[in-house]
């Protein structure tokens, strides 16, 4: 097996293109899985993409193609490039041609990619027999899936550019049932390397949450006063994130449209205090610094691959300041250039406290553990519905009493963050919808005062 800087190398020498780049990607996974109080599957899997992006000058300006394929040899990747190389030449010419980024060897170009392995799990599936052994003395029956990955990414191109990311990931997903199925309770967290998790903390929440379900309460639709902890709001914050597109905003498309025309950048989209941002550089969410893409988007170019990616605010004091773009759409909007990143952290001024503490100074509300299959209903209002799932629980007098049903939710993120009457302190956070795919949050708890539960769902 060829190392990915040799695959590199090698299609950057093949390629007859006028420029070329290429990203090589090694993955390495493993996983657990149990059902029923029992560790069932485990695995270990390793892979190797890579990316041929070509560039050809034609007479109308730059024709460019990008083909990607699982690949390990040299002489498989001269067979990617030359697909690529003819690609490009059949193409028309590209709308958002920019000059390649160069650049020099990063100084961590020669180092292998990283690897885990199951081992990664040794302490973590010790204390898993420990909590299996609890839930089987209090009948109950856990389910639950943990994941760790390194990807390590190589971006070569014809114009000297060299980088190498090397970016880790993992979570953890528990759901706790009793035996006769009648109700569940989740938790999930995200993890770099499984040291940070405490299964025995997880468990104790499941016994918690599932204790409140011994007492059930039927509710009708309606709009109440919900409590949503920091899972709960990275899921809706990420969507919100993804949508933040400079061009779409720009063409009316979204949210973030001004009716009158272009963007809302400087207005108040949400109450003061209000913060948005990412930073690939941030400590417990550190993530790639530069850009990577196989193929243009509204929010990114290929010509864009290996641009610096700073941190970025993307709502400050309420006011939204910046949308992702490219160079190219930054041209077209005539905003400043923001790259998208990997990670996320929502903050509100003077927020303290965790979800405990809103549901202690709560008179009758709902606490909605999570939410799932979030779907966008009004790209204009950035209108979202869903289900609650895992979870729901009516809170009187600062206590939790009991579980209720299920609801369909209507909401708006934007809404939400002009809305919410409290908030607790910012903490990393996992998505229970998104998490898979975008792991690397932070996000508070927030009051809601009338959030909108539209209907009831028949989902157990």
Known sequence: MATPQTLVETALKAT???ECIVIASRTSSANLRWANSTLTTNGVMSGSHVSVISFVTTSGGVAVASVTRGLTAREQVKTLVSEADAAARAAGPADDAADLISGSEAADWDADPAATSIEVFEDLSRALGESF??????????????????????????????LRHEQ?????????????????????????????????SLDAELVRRMGWAA??????AGRYETLLPPTAVADLTIYAYWLASAREAHEGQTAYSNPAGGTRIGEQITKPGVHLRSDPGLAGIVTRPFVVTTGSTSTASVFDNGLAAPAASWIRDGKLVALMSSRHTAGLTGLDLATGIDNLVLEVDGAKGSVDDL????????????????RQVDPQSLLLTGLTRDGVYLVEGGEVTAAVNNFRFNESPLALLNRFTESGETVRSFSREWGDYFPRTMTPALRIPDFNMSSVSLAR
């Not at 209090?138 to 000297?160: F, K």
């Not at 007492?215 to 009708?220: A, I, M, Y």
């Not at 100074?361 to 799932?372: I, Y």
């Open 359 to 374: 549901v202690a100074g709560t008179d009758r509300g709902l606490l909605v553990t999570c939410l799932w299959y979030i």
């Open 16 to 18: 007859t293109s006028d």
């Open 133 to 162: 052994a609890r839930a089987t003395r209090d009948e109950q029956l856990l389910y639950g899936y943990a994941e760790h990955d390194v990807e390590t990414t190589y971006l070569g191109s014809t114009t000297g550019l060299r």
């Open 168 to 200: 880790p990931s993992g979570f953890i997903t528990v759901t706790g049932k009793p035996r006769d199925l009648s109700t569940s309770a989740w938790v999930g967290q995200a993890t770099d390397d499984f040291s940070d998790v405490d299964v025995a």
């Open 215 to 220: 007492h059930r309460v039927e509710l009708d």
